[in-house]
Each structure stands twice: as structure tokens, then as C-alpha cells.
């Protein structure tokens, strides 16, 4: 298994307050990604990372930002979170980034509730 | 843009019972398209994958077959186990020309087999 850690792994918050859930790497690993996953939509991709530094937005990148200071840890930061964003997350890694070899693992996921 | 589109379920069979999950995709160019599964309260598993027109990817029993000219991939298992009872994903990975490409889901399909 691919070693992709994620913490915390669930989470219960308040509407208004700031959230931040890490990714952690061991495969060195250029690319990294953060979905959301919720019922009726399948995966949607939040945000993602082709190296340190280096972050771009995604399909529902709106209420959330990321950082990425070393190659092994990706952080996705809710600054103000609200109900919509309920869901689970996950990360997931690449050594491809893209094109026909583009394999991602994913790592367990973050189950969070904003109330 | 890109999409995929799958049959939601759930679907439930009896054990041994021959599987098709339907799955067509909209994209520009040649995507690569994958199929992963994901058991309760983990993450998605890579399941098979196929990167070009007419390859077929095989794994644990499960296979499907990239067909360019209906724009499917269908995945499909000769006799299920109860162990496959999963929620699995169809996705592919396109070509954007930015940092990374995140893959594009399917909704997913809930596999219910019953003993």
C-alpha cells in the first residue's frame, strides 16, 4: 500500500471556525491531490499540487486554500467553515501528474462535520 | 469538459452471479480510464486501469475493456463473491496542459452481493 496518511481522520467543528486537514506522504511523490467526496457527486477534485510551492484549483476549489512546504505534506486549510462543507476528504498521490500513466492512491480519508 | 457517467445502484446480486457495470465517458483526446473500488470506511483502491484504445485491464477477476468508438468502459466479473460488496468508481485522467491532472469521477456504483 502506498503510504498516504491523512489526519485527523474524522472531525467535528462549528460553522465560522478554521479547519486544517494534512496529508502525509512517505513516497515522495511529486503530485499530490485533495477531492471531496459526498453522495450523488462521486469524487471532486478541491485542489492540487505538482510540487513544493507549486498548487493550482480544482473543479470546487471556492472556501478552501492549500499549502505545500516540503514534498511529503499537503494542507488543506477551510478558513471559515460552513455546512456545505461536510463531507470526506481525501488525498491522493502521484508520480505522474497526468497523461495516459496517471495512477493515483488515495490515501483513508477525513470524515468532517460542520454543525 | 470531461465526464463519466455510471449506473448508481445499489445493485444487488446473488453470489456467483455474473457482474456488468456500465460506465461511458466524455472526454477530448485519448483519456486513460480506470476503475477503483472502495470497501466501507477506507479509501479507493485502484482496481484496474487501461490506457489506450482496446486495451483491456484485468485484476482480481474483474476486467473491462477500453472501446473508444462507443466511449465505454465496462467493468465486469464472471461470478462475485459476497468480499466484493464495495461501492466502485469509474474515472479517467485527460489531458489539461496545466501543473497536474486530477482524475474525473463517475458518481459510483454500490455492489451488494448477497449470499
Known amino acids: 500500500d502506498a503510504g498516504i496518511t491523512q489526519s485527523p481522520r474524522h472531525k467535528v467543528t462549528e460553522t465560522g471556525t478554521p479547519v486544517t486537514l494534512r496529508c502525509h506522504q512517505t513516497?515522495?511523490?511529486?503530485?499530490m491531490y485533495w477531492y471531496r467526496q459526498d453522495p450523488g457527486h462521486g469524487l471532486r477534485l478541491i485542489h492540487y499540487s505538482y510540487g513544493v510551492k507549486d498548487t493550482d484549483k480544482g473543479e470546487v476549489s471556492d472556501g478552501y486554500s492549500v499549502s505545500r512546504s516540503k514534498t511529503e505534506d499537503f494542507l488543506l486549510t477551510l478558513e471559515s467553515a460552513t455546512s456545505s462543507q461536510t463531507s470526506v476528504y481525501f488525498c491522493?498521490?502521484?508520480?505522474?501528474?497526468?497523461?495516459?500513466?496517471?495512477?493515483?492512491?488515495f490515501g483513508p480519508g477525513t470524515r468532517l462535520t460542520v454543525l | 469538459g470531461n465526464s463519466v457517467t455510471q449506473m448508481e445502484g445499489p445493485v444487488t446480486l446473488s453470489e456467483e452471479a455474473f457482474l456488468t457495470i456500465n460506465c461511458t465517458y466524455t472526454?477530448?483526446?485519448?483519456?486513460?480510464l480506470f476503475w477503483y473500488v472502495q470497501y466501507p470506511g477506507e479509501g479507493l483502491q485502484l482496481l484496474l486501469k487501461a490506457t489506450k484504445a482496446d486495451d483491456k485491464g484485468s485484476n482480481k477477476g474483474f476486467e473491462a475493456t477500453y472501446r473508444k468508438e462507443t466511449t465505454s468502459f465496462h467493468l465486469e466479473k464472471g461470478s462475485v463473491q459476497v468480499s466484493d460488496s464495495a461501492v466502485y468508481f469509474c474515472a479517467l485522467s485527460g489531458f489539461s496542459g496545466g501543473g497536474a491532472d486530477g482524475l474525473t469521477f463517475g458518481k459510483g456504483t454500490h455492489l451488494i452481493i448477497q449470499p
Open positions: 472526454a477530448t483526446g485519448y483519456p486513460s
Open positions: 491522493a498521490i502521484s508520480s505522474t501528474g497526468g497523461g495516459p500513466y496517471n495512477e493515483q492512491f
Open positions: 513516497e515522495n511523490h511529486r503530485y
